[in-house]
């Protein structure tokens, strides 16, 4: 995203008009993306109201999708860095996990809220809560604890797990050479990728790489050490 | 305006998951009722652009919000670089609440502070 901005503001004289076609107006100026200001003082009346008026830096329109941490809940763990594969989260200067590219973000995908164990990451226009944003419930925390459980009975690292996962299929279908049966398994596996966090087809279709999600983990790993180090000699230091 | 607030519409623009109805009459009561109020297209958007705007109403003292869930609200504007102060505002769920009940909390202070 680029730097602070701010879109076309109109300011619109509360007494032109009825409520009615102030609202219709109104109604007519947010869908073309700008903001208005109801005023008792200044601004244009009612019938001065250009019928289109472009937004400020309009671009071609972009569906605001993209997580929003709630810091309360937070734990600062890293699972959505980890997670996430088209680089959306990042790291501030002072360690904190943070959003620095909502424009990766795809598109109704709410996967890295369903990984993160604290219920923290919230997708407002998502259709269900507590990822809409709607008050964490006990249910939902237990839930989520049970979902970290599973995760440390396979061994906590879910990349080295998918390694092994792809070295043993690799082996048995270099033996058995049944592409068919290949072709299966990766389309069970997308299916139930796509049920059980909710992600939708076009963002499996445009995965990374095996190649490239083994970078990514590489990084994520390189840049965890780096932290860690970096706390070891603030702890010695002190 | 109610209680000397600043009163903001968020219109929800990219997506349905605020009922239609719900937030066209919620933006019709506050022009029937012939407050001062200010109608964005859509927070998650400002959010994502840091507009300064959102800084601007946070920092105005009292803030009314008709948008959606508080918790998404507050985060939002913080994500925006804008971090409401603590009950500065009182954020109206146009997902979950009535239009009347939001228009009438709104405009005459009924329904009790969030």
């Known amino acids: 995203m680029s730097g602070p901005a701010t879109r076309s503001l109109v300011t619109l004289q509360i007494s032109g008009g009825d409520g009615a076609a102030r609202a219709a107006v109104t109604q007519t100026l947010l869908d073309q993306g700008i903001e208005v200001s109801a005023r008792r003082d200044g601004g244009v009346p009612l019938d001065g109201v250009p019928d289109v008026l472009p937004a400020a830096g309009a671009s071609a329109p972009w569906k605001p999708w993209f997580p929003v941490i709630d810091y309360t809940r937070c734990t600062n763990c890293m699972q959505c860095l980890s997670f996430c594969l088209f680089d959306v989260y990042g790291v501030s200067s002072d360690k904190k996990i943070q959003v620095q590219n909502q424009s990766n973000c795809k598109t109704d995908c709410p996967a890295c809220s369903r990984v993160c164990p604290e219920v923290a990451i919230m997708f407002p226009k998502y259709r269900h809560g507590p990822i809409n944003g709607e008050a964490v419930t006990a249910d939902d925390v237990r839930r989520e604890a049970m979902k970290v459980d599973i995760s440390a009975l396979l061994g906590g690292d879910i990349y080295s797990m998918l390694r092994d996962r792809s070295a043993k299929a690799k082996s048995r279908f270099s033996k058995e050479r049944d592409d068919d049966r290949a072709l299966k398994e990766r389309q069970n596996c997308l299916i139930a990728l796509k049920k059980n966090l909710d992600i939708p087809a076009e963002v499996l279709a445009s995965l990374p790489s095996a190649d490239e999600i083994r970078a990514k983990a590489e990084a994520v790993r390189a840049k965890t050490a780096a932290m860690l180090a970096a706390d070891g000699e603030t702890e010695r230091s002190t | ?114």
């Open chain 2, 1 to 114: 305006m109610s209680g000397g607030s600043r009163i903001v519409y968020c219109h929800c623009a990219f997506a349905k998951v605020v009922p239609v109805e719900v937030k066209t009459a919620v933006l019709s009561g506050l022009a029937d009722a012939g407050v001062e109020f200010d109608a964005v297209p859509d927070l998650c958007e400002m959010a994502a652009r840091a507009d300064a705007r959102l800084k601007e109403l946070s920092e105005c003292g009292s803030l009314q919000i008709a948008a959606c869930y508080p918790r998404a609200v507050k985060w939002l504007f913080a994500a925006g670089g804008a971090a409401l102060p603590d009950q500065a505002a009182r954020v109206w769920n146009m997902r979950v609440e009535s239009a009347d009940a939001i228009v009438n909390g709104i405009v005459r202070g009924e329904g009790g502070a969030a």
